[in-house]
């Protein structure tokens, strides 16, 4: 599986509109077979910036994805909106997706 985790930090004046700006291109890389998850989130300390973190099941999927019409279209804009160039994690791990943490239950849960 492919993991990246992207921090995007946006322009202060544009943050409140980045989630619907990435709204079409989230929902088109969801699309993509290869694709596992594609979620943001948003800093709670740093209210412009916005955490992506997404998974791919192979390196030939991760390809697909950067050669995707959608890609290229949030490339072409995104310049425009963030305030700085993006800080990226990308590995190669084991694993299909998500796993359980081991040390944590909620009360009274049957799992």
């Known amino acids: ?3 990246i985790a ?3 930090t946006v322009r ?3 943050s409140e509109e980045w989630l619907n700006l990435v709204d079409d291109f989230t929902r088109a890389t969801r699309q993509e077979p290869g694709n596992i998850f594609f979620e943001w989130s948003r800093s709670v300390h740093r209210p412009n910036q916005f955490v ?3 998974a791919f099941e192979s390196p030939k999927a991760g390809a697909v994805h950067v050669n995707s019409g959608h890609f290229k279209t949030a490339m072409a804009w995104m310049p425009e909106v963030i305030a700085k160039k993006p800080d990226i994690i990308h590995v190669q791990v084991a694993g299909t997706g ?3 943490m081991a040390e ?3 009360s009274g849960s049957g799992q």
């Open 1 to 3: 599986m492919i993991f």
């Open 12 to 14: 202060p004046d544009r």
């Open 98 to 100: 998500w796993s359980q």
């Open 104 to 106: 944590l239950t909620p």
């Open 52 to 54: 992506l973190i997404e």
């Open 6 to 8: 992207v921090k995007f």
